[in-house]
T-cell receptor, first 112, second 111 residues
């Protein structure tokens, strides 16, 4: 069965650079959630989208932005990267009315 | 503030034993709770989802319970195997769809 796809799987950037992370939910899933997991920490909710509209916002820095496109894939854009942005970034997809969130394998971002 | 706690942070158990992992949450108005497994440096694998109206869910050797009044959930693993070694995270949905995660319990099954 198709799963949630995230790309790239690994990304290395320098401080002050920009990065774009992509998430492709399971076909027909209309909701996307982004989480950030720092080293040794639990995942923290960043932002979510439903039907291409932002549905909720968590502890997402102003340097980050995200959107969901007409094909339901989502992109997380990160600018002015800082060392503290190094983390595993997960996206999860879901279907409105279905409570299960299906997580992707994550993108490991390393900021040098 | 809605928080999720998992104690202990680490647990070692001999192979073959049954074990229980604990998860506590502060808001009894929980919508549902999900248990995940995470291998080092890897993604999250969903194990079980319990709705607020349910008391427990079972999948193979795993059984998860939910007690809203006491703010607790447990994940029971029967006949543990070395392959069960991983970090187990519980995550609560307090009705706003986003998940609030616990800090996880790192489980090691000793052969």
């Amino acid at each position: 069965a198709a799963g949630v796809i995230q790309s790239p799987r690994h990304l290395i950037k320098e401080k002050r650079e920009t990065a774009t992370l992509k998430c492709y939910p399971i076909p027909r899933h209309d909701t996307v959630y982004w989480y950030q997991q720092g080293p040794g920490q639990d995942p923290q909710f960043l932002i979510s989208f439903y039907e291409k509209m932002q549905s909720d916002k968590g502890s997402i820095p102003d340097r980050f932005s995200a959107q969901q496109f007409s094909d339901y894939h989502s992109e997380l854009n990160m600018s002015s990267l800082e060392l503290g942005d190094s983390a595993l970034y997960f996206c999860a997809g879901g279907l409105a009315g279905d409570d299960t969130q299906y997580f992707g394998p994550g993108t490991r971002l390393t900021v040098l | 503030k809605q928080e999720v706690t998992q104690i202990p942070a680490a647990l070692s158990v001999p192979e073959g034993e049954n074990l229980v992992l604990n998860c506590s949450f502060t808001d009894s108005a929980i919508y549902n709770l999900q248990w995940f497994r995470q291998d080092p440096g890897k993604g999250l694998t969903s194990l079980l989802l319990i709705q607020s109206s349910q008391r427990e869910q079972t999948s193979g050797r795993l059984n998860a319970s939910l007690d809203k009044s006491s703010g607790r959930s447990t994940l029971y693993i029967a006949a543990s195997q070395p392959g069960d070694s991983a970090t187990y995270l519980c995550a609560a949905n307090f009705g706003n769809e986003k998940l609030t995660f616990g800090t996880g319990t790192r489980l090691t099954i000793i052969p």
